[in-house]
């Protein structure tokens, strides 16, 4: 998380100077953010995927508000996978543990 706010902060001054940088927060927020959650899914981190739906939600609004109505769209498709991801991840990593626990439902 602090190494996501300090990519953050300087992302936003470097992309706060080019001509064209209407949304220089939120562009270094899903940006440094994207980063930290790319690392943790390579790090196979449950909270990659809660990490994601954050950010997802974010690009969704971004390119909703610069019109690029099928990046929003793809966000959304993302969103939902992510919804998955975690939720699919959380039932793989119970089932080991219940599974090496030595307890096994009837």
């Known amino acids: 998380l602090g190494l996501g706010l300090m990519g953050m902060v300087g ?9 064209n940088a209407s949304l220089p927060w939120l562009d270094a927020f899903t940006t440094s953010f994207s980063l930290v959650g790319t ?7 449950l909270e990659n995927w809660l ?37 699919h991840w959380r039932r793989l990593m119970t089932e080991r543990h219940t599974a090496s626990a030595g307890f096994f439902p009837v």
């Open 11 to 19: 992302l936003r001054y470097t992309l706060g100077n080019l001509p």
């Open 39 to 45: 690392y943790l899914q390579a790090k196979k981190y």
């Open 51 to 87: 990490l994601w739906l954050v950010v997802n939600a974010f690009y969704i609004g971004i390119y909703a508000y610069k019109g690029v109505n099928s990046v929003a769209f793809l966000s959304i498709v993302y969103l939902f996978m992510s919804a998955y991801g975690f939720i």
